[in-house]
């Protein structure tokens, strides 16, 4: 099976691009201004873009844990490094802080999310004398400590929004992978039930009315042999029954529909075929409304199965097949006087276990009681 998928690659390759336009923009702009900043300033910028330009090349998604911890304490401290000399990449700050909802555990990402804003925060607090030229006026300009405190307040608000939109972006894009990944495992499980339904209705349809085809064929070439007269009549049956196997086709292949049908009917036309097969006294005793199509079709195959089964192997000389319903179930049993079986050392073969499988379709119950030399009984019990 197919593993289960995490978060695109995608994701992480967005944020990549985003820090590439963001350094591209701040150095132009450095670059346009650089008559506004001393030499020795701008020389201390390009060492510092000489550093972050290369870690954003890197991709360290598939690296160990302390190697990603690394990388990530490593681009923060340059930048925190940066804004207590009075270069601002903030928003570089924050980019880091999302690539490490993708690198490290939520633990982790707490604890960068921390370091960085103590950092920061320091260093920030660390610049604000020299950033502040003006002398406080009480009322006007607020002092170092509201700066501070201001300052921190929109790290935290910033860095939140960063780490929560991030995780709303890899739970929405692992649902919908997931929701792929379970479309694909449903096709999968779909093909395998439908070649299960088709192995089903080859054996159950195809092998009754195969079976009956090849006890004609078998009588008229021993009559052609004796009565070469009489053996026209078996030949004729093994038409009529070459004609049926065609349809049975047809039903198996057929998509099903929602239709309503008579199942009554149905198995009246099943039961005069195995009574013209096979010497059998069956008594048929129905009181079924119209079902939906796969109800019905499911319903057929189960009580055809069962009569083969029966021609084949019980050696009985009566059976009943008995329809009726309630508000909320259908019932269909079938029973013959026959040899029986014991259940609990017998494999059961596929028609048992097709017939299970036909229920279980339908979200029924299966029930079977048969003893040695006491018949058997089927019971078939499905939801209306």
Same mark, same amino acid.
């Given at each position: ?7 695109? #690659? ?7 691009y985003v820090e590439w336009t963001y350094l591209a923009v701040s150095a132009l702009v450095l670059l346009l201004c650089r008559d506004l900043f001393p030499a020795e300033f701008a ?29 990530l304490l490593t681009a923060i401290a340059l930048i925190i490094a940066a804004r207590y000399i009075g270069i601002s990449l903030d928003i570089l700050l924050y980019i880091y802080i ?10 982790? @990402? ?18 604000? #004398? ?30 939140? %929004? ?63 042999? @004796? ?5 026209? *009549? ?16 047809? *039903? ?23 009574? *013209? ?72 073969? %596929? /028609? ?13 119950? %299966? ?5 040695? /030399? ?11």
């Amino acid at each position: 099976m197919d593993a289960e998928p995490a978060f695109s #690659p995608a994701i992480p390759r967005v944020l990549r691009y985003v820090e590439w336009t963001y350094l591209a923009v701040s150095a132009l702009v450095l670059l346009l201004c650089r008559d506004l900043f001393p030499a020795e300033f701008a020389l201390q910028v390009f060492a510092f873009f000489g550093v972050l330009v290369p870690l954003s090349l890197l991709s360290p998604s598939n690296w160990p844990n302390w190697a990603r911890w690394a990388y990530l304490l490593t681009a923060i401290a340059l930048i925190i490094a940066a804004r207590y000399i009075g270069i601002s990449l903030d928003i570089l700050l924050y980019i880091y802080i999302a690539k490490g909802c993708f690198l490290l555990d939520r633990q982790g @990402l707490a604890c960068v999310v921390f370091a960085a804003g103590s950092g920061f925060s320091m260093s920030y607090g660390a610049s604000i #004398p020299k950033s502040i030229q003006l002398p406080a006026i009480q009322g006007i300009l607020p002092t170092a400590q509201q700066f501070f405190v201001a300052l921190l307040g929109d790290y935290l608000s910033a860095a939140a %929004f960063t780490v929560l939109f991030c995780f709303t972006v890899m739970s929405e894009q692992r649902s919908r992978q997931k929701a792929e990944w379970l479309s694909r495992r449903v096709e999968i499980l779909a093909a395998g039930l439908e070649r299960a339904r088709i192995a089903r209705d080859i054996h159950d349809s195809l092998g009754h009315t195969l079976t009956a085809l090849g006890v004609q064929l078998e009588l008229a070439r021993k009559l052609h042999h @004796l009565e070469p007269g009489r053996a026209i *009549r078996p030949l004729e049956i093994a038409a009529q029954l070459a004609d049926e196997s065609l349809l049975n086709v047809r *039903r198996a292949v057929q998509t099903i529909r929602s239709e309503d049908t008579d199942l009554g009917n149905s198995l009246r036309t099943l039961i005069q075929q195995v009574k *013209r097969d096979h010497a059998l006294e069956i008594e048929l005793r129905l009181d079924l409304p119209p079902l939906p199509r796969q109800t019905e079709y499911q319903l057929y195959c189960i009580a055809q199965e069962a009569l083969t089964n029966i021609q084949r192997h019980a050696h009985a000389s009566k059976v009943r097949v008995c329809g009726s319903t309630t508000p909320k179930r259908i019932v269909l049993s079938i029973e013959d006087d026959g040899q029986g079986f014991d259940i609990h050392t017998s494999s059961g073969g %596929f /028609g048992l276990r097709g017939m299970c499988e036909r229920t279980q379709l339908l979200g029924g119950d %299966f029930h079977i009681d048969t003893t040695p /030399g006491r018949g058997t009984r089927l019971e078939v019990i499905v939801p209306r």
